[in-house]
């Protein structure tokens, strides 16, 4: 271009000389003609720069950035504060996205299905065997079996011959199983171990290809090495081990009729389609091989579906808590929101005189409000990667704590993906836009003159304020609801005294294990046992639920446990009426718990009354109610009847347990005997709930201390600016209560609405909660009082040092400053 | 900072009009128009134009390069070097289809004006 206006100018020059002007008369003639050269290729390269608007966005970047830099408090505060909420819900969204959107970690996914339900191995074999849509492999995890002489139990996974064939199961060394080792009766002991096992018991030695491991004390060859994270289906831990289908009866010797037994559940069901994107054909095949095979035209349809995007049998008891998570943490990302609204609004406050200026000089709104939005694209930018790196650090850590520090081991792709990628980058877009345009088109009114104090950011600021602390009174109130159920339920009695009482159970080396050999040892143990120490000894027998009995006033649901005499005794279970079993008791003889009682025969004595179940039961006693594994669930309507022989429980002093393991040595070499501490039982209950409130009030706290960062936020900047107002108020004699009550009534008063319009959220929303309040009312006012009590005092911490700050205004350099 | 954003967006058009002396979209009339006999250099236009209008429009040559690229960066010239009549490098201007189209819209609407112009200060 500059060469081009050089040429124009030579051009000019030679024409005037051959005029006859002198070189220098010729070339100031031609400048003059032309005008200034500068200007000319400014202007030009202000159009060359490509289109207009990528040019002003480019400058309103590099601007942005500047002032972002400048306003370093400011920055940081909202990429802090957006990081915080966006982080927290992308989290939770890694997780989700790794369960339920991301399909199975398998090759050519677009083949890959799953089906709706498992069916018995010996209707697997039939449809595997007549499918012509989709080869279906089965995949079924056997638990409490113990690896070598690990004593921590652990699953393996028993799968079809096809397996990893079809699935492409990524393997590291050695091969998968064989169709032919897969024969049903002619079992082949072949494994295929996990890096993790790999890695755990052979050091990762190459060697271990071939050499066997036990599984229950059956000898496998290990024929195969998955890969690092091998699976099939997303799952909390990676399988440990594969074993073909048929092997199952090597190892579970008792359960041999698992394999052949129609009405025997469940093998689950994945494949591959034969041709893409034929899901339907494959699942009215399959549907309708499963008919024939139950030889009944109405069962239910197996839906054969992608892998993607579905619910695995063990989330869908977790949507009411999904979408309760979700709830909670969309109302913090709301908080962390509506903090950097207000943030935005104080730094528009402060730019205010900076925008009005260029307004007057003719600025369009237009050109401000883009630049404004464009402006907060380097603070999206930051929020969204440090969002993401927040989640992705945040997940590895609930990884390694879920996985008790082997996040190695975890069944499901926590890292980071595309998805999970756009998601954070849409969210913080939203969230950047709806708090930033707001602010950015009220910052750029033309109307209100200079100088004139703006009345309209104050009320979006009391707006913003009213959302931030409504919604943390609503996650403050729920954490507080959720901690008082917790604590009711660590505060009441279980009904029965665990301490000191232990289950007994007894094991067989697996390959000698049947339940006849078992019952034997048991029995042994039992009367040896009651022989020597009579008191102390208590066992249970079976357990059964039913609905409908025969009782006038019937309670819906009864369960009868089988016990011995002793069993109350045993576990200090009250007596509230009549007398407890007894030896000579027969079958017609029940003991009854107080909510039987209760339901079956209200207002009434239960004593000698009588029902059917299984024939006419004559109740000769009472006693309290015991919840022995679900604190502070609903103790059911439940009868004792004379029996036992399953579970043995032991008062838990060691002359009883040396004399239990003497007892068993002599009945036989191979038993062993493990005491477990029922109180463990009970615990597990607790320690579980007690995770969902720290849970809840971490989500509380959170949002909480953003709110009060706001309020303190609000509260200075009002000190700020009213700084000569209460310096005249002061000179003039105002006392301190008089300021205080200035200040908080513009911000007091957002503040007070806020927590009143929370509280009453959370009545309202308080019965969703009811699954999770056990012994207190969703209203529970103790809860409310709580709740309310932190609120205010977070309330006043984060007003306390602004007010002190206007307090200690002193009016002579106040007024002095203007 | 703040000022500068504010001069170069607002600044940029007053700065054409007042060094060409013309109004913005006439000169761009006038260079389409020139460009539809033949393809030629910036200043052939300039020339062409001082010509034709009996020297009464006498443009600040300069203004002209601005608005050249201004065409081109809307697609309606494009440009190429070659040897101009007497044997200097120069940079050819020609005009697009697109241009062509433009040149009879702005013409149209021209000559529209113009009429109503001169009807009023005929007869009002």
Not at chain 1, 113 to 123: C, D, L, N
Not at chain 1, 360 to 378: D, F, M
Request: aromatic share 6%; glycine share 8%; charged share 20%.
């Amino acid at each position: 271009m500059a060469e081009e206006i050089r040429l124009h100018l030579e051009q000019r020059i030679g024409e005037f000389i051959a005029q006859g002007l002198t070189p220098e008369q010729a070339r100031a003639a031609a400048h003059r003609q032309f005008g200034p050269v500068e200007p000319v290729k400014e202007a030009c390269r202000d159009v060359q720069r490509s289109a207009p608007w990528l040019e002003s966005v480019w400058q309103d970047l590099r601007y942005g950035v500047r002032s972002l830099a400048r306003d370093r408090a400011f920055t940081i505060a909202a990429v802090l504060t957006l990081t915080l909420g966006v982080g927290l819900v992308t989290t939770f969204f890694t997780i989700c996205n790794a369960i339920l959107l991301k399909p199975w970690p398998l090759p050519e996914t677009d083949t890959l299905v799953t089906a709706s339900r498992g069916v018995s191995p010996a209707a697997y074999r039939y449809l595997r065997e007549r499918a012509t849509a989709v080869d279906l492999v089965a995949i079924a995890d056997i638990c409490g079996s113990s690896i070598d002489d690990d004593p921590v139990r652990s699953s393996f996974r028993c799968v079809s011959g096809n397996y990893f064939d079809v699935l492409g199961v990524p393997l590291l060394h050695g091969r998968g199983f064989r169709p032919e080792e897969d024969i049903l009766g002619g079992p082949v002991p072949v494994a295929v171990i996990s890096y993790g096992l790999w890695r755990d018991r052979f050091t990762l030695s190459p060697d271990a290809i071939g050499r066997t491991i036990t599984l229950n004390q059956v000898p496998f060859q290990i024929v195969g090495i998955a890969a690092p994270g091998a699976t099939d289906k997303p799952d909390k831990r990676l399988p440990r081990l594969w074993v073909p289908l048929a092997a199952y009866t090597l190892v579970m010797s008792d359960h041999r009729e698992f394999l052949v037994d129609p009405r025997r559940c469940c093998v689950g069901l994945a494949g591959r389609l034969r041709a893409p994107r034929s899901q339907p054909v494959a699942t009215a095949q399959v549907t309708a091989l499963y008919r024939q095979f139950r030889g009944n035209p109405a069962e239910r349809p197996i839906a054969i579906t992608g892998t993607s995007g579905i619910l695995q049998p063990w989330e869908k008891s977790g949507v009411a808590l999904i979408s309760l998570m979700a709830t909670s943490l969309f109302l913090v990302l709301l908080v962390a929101c509506a903090n950097t609204g207000n943030l935005q609004l104080a730094r528009g406050a402060r730019r205010r005189n900076e925008f009005l200026v260029r307004l007057s000089l003719g600025a369009s709104r237009h050109r401000l409000v883009s630049q404004l939005l464009t402006e907060c694209l380097p603070l999206a930018a930051a929020a969204a990667v440090l969002s993401l790196g927040f989640a992705t650090v945040l997940t590895a850590l609930l990884a390694r704590w879920l996985m008790e520090g082997r996040p190695d081991d975890l069944g499901v792709d926590l890292s980071p993906d595309w998805r999970a990628a756009l998601f954070t980058v849409s969210i913080v877009g939203v969230a950047v836009l709806a708090t930033e345009l707001g602010p950015a088109l009220r910052g750029t009114r033309r109307l209100v003159p200079i100088g004139r104090p703006n009345q309209a950011p104050l009320r979006a600021r009391s707006w913003f304020l009213i959302v931030q602390v409504g919604l943390s009174a609503v996650l403050i109130a729920g954490a507080s609801l959720l901690g008082r159920a917790l604590l009711h339920a660590a505060s009441i009695d279980p009904g029965f005294d665990a301490t000191g009482v232990a289950r007994v159970t007894v094991m067989l080396p697996s390959g000698a294990a049947t339940e006849s050999r078992l019952q034997t040892l048991r029995d042994g143990l039992r009367e040896a046992l009651i022989a020597a120490e009579p008191s102390l000894v208590a066992e249970e027998g079976r357990v059964e639920s039913r609905s409908k009995v025969s009782v006038s006033t019937a309670p819906a649901t009864v369960v009868a446990r089988q016990v011995s005499p002793n069993y109350h005794a045993l576990l200090r279970v009250p007596l509230r009426a009549g007398r407890l079993l007894r030896k000579d008791d027969t079958a017609s003889e029940v003991v009854v718990n107080e909510a039987f009682a209760r339901e079956a025969w209200p207002g009434r004595s239960a004593l000698g009354q009588s029902f059917d179940f299984d024939g006419a039961r004559v109740v000769v006693g009472v006693v309290g109610d015991m919840q022995p594994t679900r604190p502070g669930a609903r103790v059911p309507p439940t009868f004792f009847e004379r029996g036992g022989g399953r579970s043995l429980f032991i008062r838990n002093e060691a002359a009883v347990l040396a004399r239990a393991r003497a007892v068993l040595a002599t009945l036989d070499r191979a038993a062993q005997v493990r005491f477990s501490a029922l109180s463990e039982d009970y615990e597990v209950g607790l320690a579980d709930r007690r995770i969902g409130v720290a849970l809840a009030w971490s989500l509380g706290l959170v949002a909480l201390a953003m709110s009060a960062a706001g309020i303190f936020g609000v509260f200075a900047l009002v000190a700020e600016e009213r700084r000569r107002e209460v310096g005249i108020r002061l000179a003039l004699g105002a006392g301190a209560r008089a300021i205080v009550r200035m200040m908080l009534s513009h911000a007091g008063r957002a503040m007070g609405v806020g927590m009143l319009a929370g509280f009453v959220a959370a009545l309202l929303a308080a019965p969703l909660l009811r699954g999770y309040l056990v012994g207190v009312g969703p209203h529970d006012p103790i809860a409310f009082a709580v709740a309310a009590l932190v609120l205010a005092g977070a309330a006043a911490a984060a007003t306390f040092v602004p007010i002190r700050r206007a307090l200690r205004v002193d009016p002579a350099v106040t007024l002095r400053a203007e | 900072m703040g000022r500068r954003v504010t001069s170069n967006v607002e600044g940029r058009a007053l700065q054409d009009e007042s060094a060409s002396g013309v109004l913005q979209g006439t000169l761009d009339l006038l260079i389409l128009r020139v460009l539809k006999r033949e393809p030629l250099h910036g200043w052939g236009i300039a020339d062409r134009i001082k010509q034709h209008s009996q020297q009464a429009l006498s443009i600040g040559e300069g203004s002209l390069y601005p608005a050249l690229y201004r065409l081109e960066a809307r697609g309606w010239v494009t440009s190429e070097w070659g040897t101009s009549e007497n044997n200097r490098r120069a940079k050819y201007y020609r005009l697009t289809a697109a241009g062509r189209k433009r040149l009879e819209v702005e013409q149209a609407s021209w000559d529209r004006i113009s009429a109503a112009i001169a009807g009023v200060l005929r007869h009002a």
